[in-house]
């Protein structure tokens, strides 16, 4: 479980009411239903609208990652990696074949089995970084999803708050109902705004920054299997990945 995550999320919408408290308004006074309704769905009728149905189920099975995270573990990577080119030294490649097996990441597990049908080490990285780059390029495609929500969400706020002044000026003739309605008619701006900047547009940087370190540890990958292809020391294999830890 990610705590930052959930402490951003809290923190953030803890400093807009408690901004608006100290103001002298009340909670009440920002929560309007048919602003929440325009806004919210608005936005995710104009997002889905221009969002393949592929990206749209990816973009979906990734929010996880917002709280949980996948866990790119770079040490136990590079030391698997080491046992490997061990085995590899002593056995031959086809000494891989039963770890290969037994592979849980089918990244690495296919970089493996490459290995051991005894593919040049320049046909096994481009098979691999094809792989990994189409792998990098589906979820940052997934990933403009929430990016576009939180371009949408602003301008269907004030599109909500627009409506509420139509509304409000559909009342001229009774002065007391003039600033009550104005006030509510901006709330709608309010979530637009809020919506974008304390949700939408970090949740979208959070998923490029996990996708970016996958990246990097299928990089570690590719560059692990081609040196043991190589028949590269796995002293040597071990420092040259080391660069990767953090």
């Known amino acids: 479980m990610d705590l930052l995550s959930i402490f951003g999320v809290i923190l953030g919408f ?15 006074s920002l929560l309007n239903g048919p602003a929440a309704v325009i806004v919210v769905g608005g936005t995710l009728g104009a ?8 990206h749209l189920k990816r973009a979906l099975g990734i929010f996880s990652w917002i709280f949980r995270p996948p866990v790119q573990a770079f040490q136990q ?27 849980v990441d089918r990244f690495a597990q296919k970089g493996l089995q490459l290995l051991v049908d005894g ?6 990285r481009r ?27 602003p301008t269907i706020g004030i599109i909500g708050a627009v409506m509420g002044l139509i509304h409000v000026m559909g009342n001229l003739a009774d002065p007391s109902e003039l600033g009550p309605g104005i006030a509510i008619a901006f709330v709608a701006t309010i979530y637009g705004v809020a919506f974008a900047n304390l949700f939408l547009l970090p949740v979208a940087n959070k998923l490029k920054m ?18 043991i292809a190589e028949g590269e ?3 040597a294999i071990e420092l040259k990945l080391n660069g990767y830890l953090r």
């Not at 997002?47 to 592929?54: F, G, K, S, V």
């Open 77 to 103: 990577g590079i030391d698997k990696i080491v046992r490997w080119a061990l085995t590899a030294r002593k056995e031959g490649l086809l000494g891989l074949e039963t770890l290969a097996e037994t592979e």
């Open 127 to 153: 098979v691999m970084e094809t792989e990994l780059i189409i792998g990098e390029q589906r979820d940052q495609d997934a990933v403009k999803f929430y990016e576009s929500m939180g371009g949408y969400s």
């Open 47 to 54: 997002a889905i609208l221009q969002t393949p149905l592929a």
């Open 119 to 124: 593919s040049e080490p320049e046909a096994i």
């Open 233 to 235: 020391n796995p002293r």
């Open 210 to 227: 996990c996708i970016h370190e996958q990246s990097q540890f299928r990089e570690l990958m590719v560059e692990g299997i081609i040196a």
């Open 14 to 28: 803890a400093a807009l009411l408690g901004g608006n408290f100290l103001e002298g308004g009340t909670w009440e």
